[in-house]
């Protein structure tokens, strides 16, 4: 199903995508790139179709045509493909959802080595040791015994975070994560976000955050209608807007 | 007494045609009560109908509670068996580890008890007297032990058996009326008396072939008011309705109410779970043949269930009553428990196992680690409620010789005469048992919900 090509320094490529429900069409043509260490931030009004573009990279929705192509894993159009078939696209891709999905049933630890010790099979001891490092770097390791109806909101989102990073993955997808911060978990978030970069490593963040945006997104899609309206470096998009869309968004 | 085989709703038998002459005599209409056979008395009591017969035996313990009649009739206590063993068994001495039928709360009953701890014979208690009768015929029994008057019926209409002719015991049969209803009782002496002398009341037993010399000499006997004592049970009343003596009796049969609910949870937890992922996860056609094994077996009552599951498979399959009891009740709460699971498994919300899925998991790892046991969490108050109500329904399985608390309660109670002590016994015992129950449960809930 899935096969490698060689691209080098690009983590996502989608080309002339099209995805709808049933016969509402909500992407139309969208050609998006995400580079290696790259933030790429994804904006857009309500309806402009900037979940939809998450959910099938992470392949929860199908789309009609086009090519999206993950660090050279390549998704078909057509029907979302049994959980068999994913797997080399589900460890490329990490996935933090706005309202974090946690496992209400797991501590926050168990939670983080879930995917290292079920899905890649590493050993209980080395996924622990993995899952203790990701919270400690995003400052919640304190927190590794807590049930996630334990966590405040910003706790939930970080242990969210390292869960995708579990498994190491060169894609993240981020749906929102500004939503429920205050301003200084906000900047907390952007150094994280930022750090992960760093390592290499691609993020695409959905957001109607411009701010955050700025500060710390590379570079700034908006989509109107399903397509791109406007793209290039996060600052220069949004200080000086050519597109009403992207108008739209800063007032 | 029996229902009408052309009209079901009418009886007869020798009772009914001696309770209609002696309301003739008194001048009044009979109106026949039908009602278990074992609560005769206590309808009797309550004041359900004044005179109450049907084969009822005379015993010591009769008389401090009720007005009862003269002994109209004698009863002779008979062993019934396959003709391959008529050679050989006699008597119940002859039956050590063999099971042995009867009636419950009967002088038969209590023969085979005393016969239990004497011989080692295994007792098999029965709510009626004809599928005694059929599972000696199948095997299911080595023997049956009740009156002449029922084994003759039986071997006419079932076949099959033979009847040893020695009797084990003799009884009588009486009318029994409540206490204070005594110079009615002097009445019906007075009739029965009067019937035996011309010769009416043998003229009955002959039309219902239940006539031998046995019974004139017995007639005589009475009309000289020289009644034949009953032999009296081979169990000393006083100490039968002691507590001491039934309550291990009782807590025996509380061991069989507990192993049972147990294991019929057991087998209705997996079956459910399986029924309830195959609804969830299996294809239209599997769904459909499930959903309908779950509709036919909630939209049917569990007793018709038991009474095919033992008696009308028993040409197939020809289970011991106990492993008919936990199969029978498994495959019932079954069917409730995958509705529980389904349910469940429903409320699980899409993006706890969409997240699931952008980790790697497989669908099988998804329901095992993540919506199975939330689901769990959820399915554990009403599947505390259902073993709860297991407990209760498993005294259902009486109707299949299964002798559990419920039973052995009604058992002591129609020997002791009363519900009082027994009925509050036996409520303290399931209490006992479903209490604990609930309260670990509900500690459990509280220990997710905090998760």
Redesign the interface.
């Known amino acids: 199903m899935s096969h490698e090509i060689a691209l080098r320094g690009i983590t996502l490529r989608v080309r002339a995508l099209h995805a709808g429900h049933g016969d509402r069409a909500i992407l139309r043509g969208l050609d998006l790139d995400v580079a290696e260490g790259e933030v790429c931030a994804v904006m857009g009004v309500s309806g402009a179709g900037k979940t939809t573009v998450l959910r099938v990279v992470a392949a929860l929705q199908p789309f009609s045509s086009g090519t999206v192509e993950i660090s050279g894993v390549a998704l078909r159009p057509g029907a979302v493909p049994p959980e068999s078939q994913l797997r080399a696209l589900r460890r490329r891709v990490g996935v933090v959802f706005q309202s974090h999905a946690l496992f209400e049933h797991l501590t926050a630890i168990e939670n983080v080595m879930l995917a290292p010790v079920h899905a890649l099979g590493q050993s209980r001891a080395s996924a622990e040791a993995t899952a203790m490092r990701l919270l400690e770097s995003l400052g919640v390791s304190a927190r590794a015994n807590a049930y996630p109806r334990q966590l405040s909101g910003g706790e939930a989102q970080r242990v969210a975070i390292a869960r995708a990073l579990a498994p190491d993955p060169q894609l993240l997808l981020m749906d929102e994560p500004t939503s429920a911060l205050d301003p200084a978990r906000r900047a907390a978030l952007g150094e994280s976000v930022r750090a992960l970069a760093a390592q290499g490593r691609g993020l695409l963040i959905v957001t109607h955050d411009a701010a955050f945006a700025r500060s710390y997104a590379d570079r700034v899609v908006v989509l109107s209608h399903g397509a791109i309206a406007e793209e290039g470096p996060a600052n220069q998009v949004l200080t000086h807007p050519t597109h009403d869309a992207t108008r739209a968004l800063l007032s | 007494m029996e229902a009408d085989l052309v009209d079901p709703t009418r009886v007869r038998g020798f009772d009914v045609e001696i309770a209609t002459m002696l309301a003739q005599s008194l001048g009044r209409e009979p109106q026949f009560v039908q009602v278990a056979w074992a609560s005769i008395e206590q309808s009797v009591a309550r004041g359900d109908f004044t005179i109450g017969m049907s084969g009822l035996e005379d015993r010591p313990a009769l008389h401090e509670r009720f007005a009862v009649s003269l002994p109209y009739y004698e009863f002779r206590e008979v062993l019934a068996v396959r003709a391959a063993d008529s050679a050989r068994v006699h008597t119940l001495a002859d039956l050590r580890g063999r099971r042995v039928a009867t009636l419950g709360a009967t002088m038969a009953w209590d023969m085979v008890l005393a016969a239990k701890s004497a011989h080692g014979v295994v007792p098999v208690s029965y709510d009626d007297d004809v599928h005694p009768y059929t599972d000696l015929v199948s095997g299911r029994v080595d023997a049956v032990l009740l009156d002449h008057v029922l084994a003759e019926r039986s071997r006419r209409r079932i076949g099959g058996f033979v009847i040893q002719p020695d009797a084990l015991a003799r009884g009588h049969y009486v009318a029994v009326l409540a206490a204070g209803d005594s110079a009615l009782r002097d009445s019906v002496n007075i009739t029965l008396r009067a019937r035996m002398r011309d010769g009416s009341l043998e003229r009955v037993f002959r039309s219902w072939n239940v006539w031998d010399a046995q019974q004139a000499a017995f007639q005589q006997q009475v009309l000289r008011d020289s009644v034949p004592r009953s032999e009296t049970r081979t169990v000393d009343r006083d100490t039968a309705t002691s507590i001491t003596t039934y309550l291990p009796a009782l807590l025996r049969a509380a061991v069989i109410t507990l192993l049972l609910s147990v294991l019929a949870m057991a087998l209705a937890i997996t079956l459910g779970a399986g029924l309830a992922a195959g609804r969830v996860y299996g294809g239209r056609p599997l769904q459909m043949v499930l959903t309908a094994y779950v509709e036919i077996i909630r939209g049917t009552p569990v007793l018709l269930q038991l009474f095919v599951l033992y008696y009308g498979l028993s040409d197939v399959v020809r289970l011991p009553a106990f492993a008919a009891a936990v199969i029978g009740l498994g495959l019932n709460y079954a069917a409730y428990e995958s509705e529980i699971y389904r349910a469940a498994l429903e409320a699980i919300p899409a993006?706890?196992l969409?997240?699931?899925?952008?980790?790697?998991?497989?669908?099988g790892?998804i329901l095992r680690?993540?919506r199975g046991?939330?689901a769990l969490?959820l399915a554990l108050a009403p599947m505390t409620n259902d073993f709860v109500a297991l407990l209760k329904d498993s005294s259902l399985v009486s109707v299949i010789t299964v002798v559990e608390l419920t039973k052995q309660t009604a058992i002591y109670a129609t020997n002791a005469g009363s519900w009082a002590l027994p009925g509050a016994l036996c409520a303290l015992v399931y209490l006992a048992m479903s209490l604990p129950l609930s309260r670990m449960a509900r500690r459990l809930e509280q220990r997710?919900k905090?998760?």
């Open positions: 993006l706890q969409e997240a699931a899925r952008t980790l790697g998991l497989s669908e790892q680690l993540v046991p939330q969490r997710w905090i998760a």
